[in-house]
C-alpha cells in the first residue's frame, strides 16, 4: 500500500484513488472519488504529489542555483 501525505495532515491511499476530477471548473479545488465512496477535497499540490507517487508524472530532480 502507498500512501501520501497531504498538505492538511491527512494520508490518503494511491490504491483506493479512482479518479481525480475538479467539481467546478472554475474551481481552484480538486477532488479525490475513492474506492470506498469517499470523496476527499485535495488541493493542486496534492494532486500533482498524488501523481508523481502514482509514476504519472516524472519527478525532477531541483536544481539548488537555476534561475
Request: hydrophobic residues 40%; glycine residues 4%; positive net charge.
Amino acid at each position: 500500500m502507498a500512501f501520501v501525505e497531504l498538505e492538511n495532515g491527512e494520508f490518503i491511499n494511491l490504491n483506493l484513488i479512482l479518479k481525480i476530477f475538479k467539481k467546478n471548473p472554475s474551481d481552484q479545488k480538486w477532488a479525490t472519488a475513492m474506492s470506498t465512496g469517499k470523496i476527499t477535497e485535495i488541493t493542486d499540490v496534492d494532486r500533482i504529489l498524488i501523481l508523481k507517487h502514482a509514476g504519472f508524472v516524472r519527478a525532477r530532480k531541483e536544481k539548488d542555483n537555476e534561475q
